[in-house]
């Protein structure tokens, strides 16, 4: 049974958004490769809006888990990338939906593009059950 635990460490401020700064796993490591918004066949959903495209990529991150046998919970880390920086705010509120609790590590950055011109958000997750 995978143990995971979200350390509080002192001297380093607590992150005020949709992370958190440590997170411990012991058992079987999940990686899950970078996802665009796809629907089931595979075409881009909610052109024009990151938020739409983070939701729809926290579904299919939580279809990605069930299959290995996890859930969200089970997320240690995630990776975002987007192709605008200033909407952060709208990708961090559909996330804390996904992870409402102690959430997983992460990092964002700004990227120029991905290999769907659609495309306004990426992420990839690696977890532990």
């Known amino acids: 049974m995978a143990k995971r635990e979200v350390i509080t460490v002192?001297?380093?401020s607590r992150p005020g958004s949709a992370f958190s700064a440590v997170v411990t796993a012991t058992g079987?490591?999940?990686f899950v490769s970078g996802l665009l918004a796809r629907d089931d066949s595979g075409k881009i959903?909610?052109?024009g809006d990151v938020a739409a495209?983070?939701?729809q990529i926290c579904e299919n991150l939580q279809r990605c888990m069930a299959a290995a046998g996890g859930s969200l919970?089970?997320?240690t880390r995630l990776d975002v990338y987007v192709t605008d920086i200033a909407q952060r705010e709208q990708v961090y509120a559909v996330r804390r939906e996904f992870f409402p609790a102690e959430?997983?590590?992460s990092t964002m950055v700004e990227v120029t593009a991905f290999t769907e011109a659609d495309a306004l958000v990426e992420i990839n997750a690696i977890g532990v059950i």
């Open 103 to 105: 959430p997983p590590a």
């Open 73 to 75: 919970a089970d997320l």
């Open 10 to 12: 002192p001297g380093v």
């Open 28 to 30: 079987r490591m999940v």
């Open 45 to 47: 959903v909610g052109k």
């Open 53 to 55: 495209q983070t939701r």
